[in-house]
T-cell receptor, first 115, second 110 residues
Framework: EAQVTQNPRYLITVTGKKLTVTCSQN?????MSWYRQDPGLGLRQIYY???????DKGDVPEGYKVSRKEKRNFPLILESPSPNQTSLYFC??????????????FGNGTRLTVT | GENVEQHPSTLSVQEGDSAVIKCTYS??????FPWYKQELGKGPQLIID?????GEKKDQRIAVTLNKTAKHFSLHITETQPEDSAVYFC?????????FGTGTKLQVIP
């Protein structure tokens, strides 16, 4: 089954403790991206990657890092989480062969709470 | 960058009635407009999309209309059913960035 898998689904941590949210897709998609969803703000793009070793900032990249060492994986790293990063996070991928005119495939989300 | 506004933020309709959600965008270079449905506890899923070379697209009870001159596009759901209750997002991808609307929570009352 074609899917985007995020782990963990739920995560509670404390301020300053480094964490990684993993994302993996099995559709051989070149493009992957991360979003955070907050009430009243919709989905905002954090980082995206066009291919292996190619990453770029979205609209809200502060406090986040990403890496793309393999085509299927795109982890989101919070080096020093803060309470304002408490949010619902989504990873997504799409087939970039047709440029950006193709739909995103989303994972089921990771709910992060930073205390 | 692109700016997308979505209205209304909440919408309640009786089962069987129609629902309309509207989005406006700012950058005339945008040419692809998807709509996503997000059910509770899940990620958004594409339900319909439209490209700028057409003005309307329909898929059973769901349709999307696009007015490039006015820079807005709308989602139309006819004969609503309880399973249509969800949060709906519009989006306007441009280059490699994707800007989403703020979402519409649709409640279909049986």
């Amino acid at each position: 089954e074609a899917q985007v898998t995020q782990n963990p689904r739920y995560l509670i941590t404390v301020t300053g403790k480094k964490l990684t949210v993993t994302c993996s897709q099995n559709m051989n998609h070149e493009y992957m991206s991360w979003y955070r969803q907050d009430p009243g703000l919709g989905l905002r793009q954090i980082y995206y990657s066009m291919n292996v070793e190619v990453t770029d900032k979205g609209d809200v990249p502060e406090g986040y890092k990403v890496s793309r060492k393999e085509k299927r994986n795109f982890p989101l790293i919070l080096e020093s989480p803060s309470p304002n990063q408490t949010s619902l996070y989504f990873c997504a991928s799409r087939d970039s062969l047709s440029s950006y005119n193709s739909p995103l495939h989303f994972g089921n989300g990771t709910r992060l709470t930073v205390t | 960058g692109e700016n997308v506004e979505q209205h209304p933020s909440t919408l309640s309709v009786q089962e069987g009635d129609s629902a309309v959600i509207k989005c406006t965008y700012s950058d005339s270079a945008s040419n692809y407009f998807p709509w996503y449905k997000q059910e509770l506890g899940k990620g958004p899923q594409l339900i319909i999309d439209i490209r700028s070379n057409v003005g309307e697209k329909k898929d059973q009870r769901i349709a999307v209309t696009l007015n490039k001159t006015a820079k807005h596009f709308s989602l139309h759901i006819t004969e609503t059913q309880p399973e249509d209750s969800a949060v709906y997002f519009c989006a306007a991808p441009l280059d490699q960035k994707v800007t989403f609307g703020t979402g519409t929570k649709l409640q279909v009352i049986p």
